[in-house]
């Protein structure tokens, strides 16, 4: 059975860190695309960072950029979010999602084809 599970979230200080997991069981992460998501209440739900197959590309949300870091560990058949310099508007439940294309994308949610429940993340003071 095809699965991904999030963890790491938490709440944490503006200015603070927290790294999210997404580990998958089912099938071998390096061959798939990986996007984390994210979804506010009421807003939305948005393109955080995503790394392609076997690591061809990664991309982030201009609102992530130079904050986030994407990561694999294909060992542990996990993918990592590490999160930097938190602000209040990063508050919300993030989501790991696998999509079979090559190259990851941000836009294309509907690629997306299994997802994980999601981990909240709340930064706050």
């Known amino acids: 059975q095809v699965q991904l599970v999030e963890s790491g979230g938490g709440l944490v200080q503006p200015g603070g860190s927290l790294r999210l997991s997404c580990a998958a069981s089912?099938?071998?992460?390096?061959?798939?695309?990986i996007g984390w998501f994210r979804q506010a209440p009421g807003k939305e739900r948005e393109g955080v960072s995503c790394?392609?197959?076997?690591?061809?590309?990664?991309a982030y949300a201009h609102s992530v950029k130079g904050r986030f870091t994407i990561s694999r560990d294909n060992a542990k058949n996990t993918v990592y979010l590490q999160m930097n310099s938190l602000k209040p508007e990063d508050t919300a439940v993030y989501f790991c999602?696998?999509?079979?294309?090559?190259?990851?994308?941000?836009?294309?949610?509907?690629?997306?084809?299994?997802w994980g429940q999601g981990t909240q993340v709340t930064v706050s003071s």
């Open positions: 999602a696998t999509s079979s294309d090559y190259y990851c994308t941000l836009d294309r949610l509907f690629s997306y084809d299994t």
């Open positions: 089912g099938f071998t992460l390096d061959y798939n695309s």
């Open positions: 790394i392609g197959s076997r690591n061809l590309n990664t």
